[in-house]
């Protein structure tokens, strides 16, 4: 067998937010949020973001070219429920031609019931602080895999959670913007909450059965390694201050690129024995000129967990095209496809064409040798930057 080569049925993919590719949803708490001057960097806002809610066929034509078999993909809460209670049939039916143009290409379809965002009328009602939300969420997910069920076999709940109580309520920098741990306790607690109601409507759906009570495989997120050491003048970040190894690769975002750490975690969650997906994994490189090596090192890092005997099953690229980058805007390139929110047009980037042919071949075009671990000193990086 060649060594380079991954399992047979190995998913390909990208994947992509409702809210950061669709454009023109107004009914949720980041739109609100953007119109104060100061939250978006440039003062970009989402609408058009990539126009995918009206060109998504188009869209799915150019990834199948490009030889991938799966894709990852949200569905805006605000729409297909824009008041309590009160689901749109329009809404859930383009969702459903979503899902079925991702079939009718042989895409095998990953659904992300909530990616960042909530309705305005969920963000009025306090938000995750309430714990009434998780209630409200699993009604919202059980009518949406009730409707859309048959469509797709598989379902993320809800998408860094952790990200959702840091940035809104350590940092303040997305909604509801506040610094309160005691608030962000409360809304991890009602996020974990309504993965659990979630679960059970899944479980009866027949769409996640397995070994755990709540959930039938990991979805890993992965981009960079985080070094800290303490700091007392640090308090908002919990008194450790990161730092990055001198002359340690970084992305347009100041993140180390560091495909071992990739390597670890995946062997770190080997323990737990569900399946797993890299469900996003990528680099903000407007020039595209690091993202070529950060491709065949971090899918070369994934490659040898396999080896070691780590069950993933699927890889999803953060992201296809250039999108609204929350509060980045559109100044953070993570896409392998450039996309002009302006004019609309796309343009394949060179590493678009290089994970194409790994893609293809299902297989690392040469053999990868990871970098070695940097050595040396340390310097300041900074305030985390989060997506």
């Not at 980041?30 to 978006?40: M, S």
């Not at 749109?88 to 143009?101: G, P």
């Not at 981009?223 to 690769?249: C, D, M, Q, S």
């Amino acid at each position: 067998m060649n060594a380079g080569r991954f399992p047979e049925g190995f998913f390909w993919g990208t994947a992509a937010a409702a809210h950061q590719v669709e454009g023109g949803n107004h009914a949720n708490d980041w739109w609100a949020w953007e119109q104060t001057p100061g939250h978006i960097k440039n003062g970009d806002r989402s609408d058009p973001a990539c126009d995918h809610y009206e060109r998504f066929a188009g869209d799915f034509d150019l990834l199948q070219s490009l030889h991938q078999n799966a894709h990852r993909l949200s569905l805006e809460w605000s729409r297909i429920e824009p008041a309590p209670g009160q689901f749109s049939k329009t809404a859930i039916q383009h969702y459903a031609d979503v899902l079925q143009a991702l079939r009718d290409r042989g895409m095998e379809p990953m659904v992300t019931l909530h990616h960042f965002t909530n309705p305005s009328w969920i963000a009025d009602a306090g938000g995750w602080e309430t714990p009434d939300t998780a209630l409200r969420f699993a009604n919202y997910a059980e009518r949406v895999t009730n409707e859309l069920g048959q469509l797709a076999r598989y379902w993320v709940t809800v998408n860094e959670p952790t990200v959702i109580a840091y940035q809104g309520y350590v940092r303040g920098e997305w909604p509801p913007g506040k610094r309160d741990l005691g608030a962000a306790a409360r809304t991890l607690v009602t996020l974990l909450r309504g993965h659990g109601r979630l679960a059970f409507p899944l479980t009866r759906a027949g769409h996640a059965s397995g070994p755990a009570p709540s959930q039938d495989f990991f979805g890993l997120n992965y981009y960079t390694r985080e070094l800290v050491k303490f700091n007392r003048h640090y308090g908002a970040e919990l008194f450790g201050e990161r730092v990055l190894p001198v002359g340690a690769p970084r992305s347009d975002l100041n993140w180390e690129l560091y495909p071992e750490g990739f390597y670890r975690v995946l062997r770190s969650l080997q323990r737990e024995g569900l399946p797993i997906f890299v469900t996003e994994n990528g680099i903000a490189d407007a020039a595209d000129v690091r993202r070529p090596d950060f491709l065949l090192t971090h899918i070369g890092a994934m490659l040898r967990a396999i080896h070691a005997g780590v069950p993933v099953r699927g890889y999803f690229h953060w992201t296809c095209f250039d999108n609204f980058e929350w509060a980045e805007g559109y100044s953070a390139k993570f896409g392998l496809i450039a996309c002009d929110p302006v004019t609309q047009e796309r343009r394949l980037r060179p590493s678009a064409r290089l994970y194409a042919e790994i893609c293809r071949n299902n297989e690392l075009p040469v053999s990868v040798e990871l970098p070695p671990a940097p050595l040396g000193r340390v310097e300041p990086a900074g305030p985390a930057e989060l997506r």
